[in-house]
């Protein structure tokens, strides 16, 4: 550990931004995706310990999860992408910059099944399971509960039914591993979503590309997040239609070869993308195509 940071800081001098990534797990395969979207490829396919990028002055340091936002507070990286999860139990000296819509689950509590639950009251006196105590230990303290926390690193699910915690609060995505160890959740105590933190005291030329690997990312998310929408009008509701479908700035209307109707070409966010659509159907629109963005600059 001393020989890698002492390694890693001669090499700072460089100029180079550095990313420490999760190695292996549930994060990794998004955030290498999120940089080769951004346009970054990288030369070291083995993933060892580092890679170093072709077209962008950047290095990518592999690390467990845990261990990222202890080496992005100590300056090792300069940024990181972890679990919004870890980044709230590490407590740790760096900024959130970005939340990245990847690898959502949230942290809830989760008792037997079969036990009555009428509120967070019931938790008084319990004993609850997890790896995640500061979190945990934060919120039952503000709501006024002494519960005894028990740490464990992994498998938490399996401490009801082996009799060593009444509850436990674990990471809940999908759901079916509360149900397949016969758990109830029964309090959400936090939602989680990859995120990019950043050391705080980013030198002047590190922070200038920073700057630009951002505006990548967040025009690589707002490409996702968007699509691209062109649709036939009839020209006494243009109005109205141009009103649902406002667009970047706003829509482009080009008038057709058939008299009375407009072609009209917006930007239409994923979010309401259904709600819209039946919208611009009432209002009379036609020929609707909606097209992915590849990049949206923002
Ligand atoms: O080896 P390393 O320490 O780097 O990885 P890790 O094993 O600690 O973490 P990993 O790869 O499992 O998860 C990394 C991050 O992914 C977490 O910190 C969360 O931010 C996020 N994430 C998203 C999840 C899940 N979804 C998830 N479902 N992390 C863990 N789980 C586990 C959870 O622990 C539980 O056992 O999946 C189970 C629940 O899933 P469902 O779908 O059955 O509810
Ligand atoms: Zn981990």
Known sequence: MQILQTFFRYKMVMKTLRIAIQKSGRLSEKSLELLKEAGISLNNGSR??????????????YLRDDDIPQY??????????VGENVYAEKECDVDLLERLGFSRC?????????????GLEEMQGKRIATSYPVILGKYLSEHGI????????????????????DAIFDIVSSGSTLISNGLKEVETVMRSEAVIIANRRIGKEEAGLLEQLLFRIRSV????????????APNERLQE?????PGMKSPTVMPLA???????????SEKRFWEVIDRLKELGAQGILVIPIEKMIV
């Not at 992005?72 to 992408?81: K, P, Q, S």
């Not at 028990?150 to 938490?156: E, F, K, P, T």
């Open 258 to 268: 058939e008299e009375g109707w407009s072609s009209v070409h917006s930007v239409l």
């Open 221 to 232: 998310m707002a490409a996702s997040n968007n699509k691209y929408i062109l649709l036939n």
């Open 106 to 118: 949230r942290l809830s509590i989760a008792i037997p099944k079969s036990e009555p639950y009428r």
């Open 72 to 81: 992005v507070e100590d300056g090792v990286a300069h940024i990181g992408i």
């Open 48 to 61: 060892k310990l580092r890679s170093v990028a072709q077209s962008f002055p950047l290095e990518v340091i």
């Open 146 to 165: 002494r519960a005894e926390v028990h740490v464990l690193s992994g498998s938490v699910e399996l401490a009801p039914s082996i009799g060593i915690a």
């Open 241 to 245: 239609i141009i009103r649902v479908i």
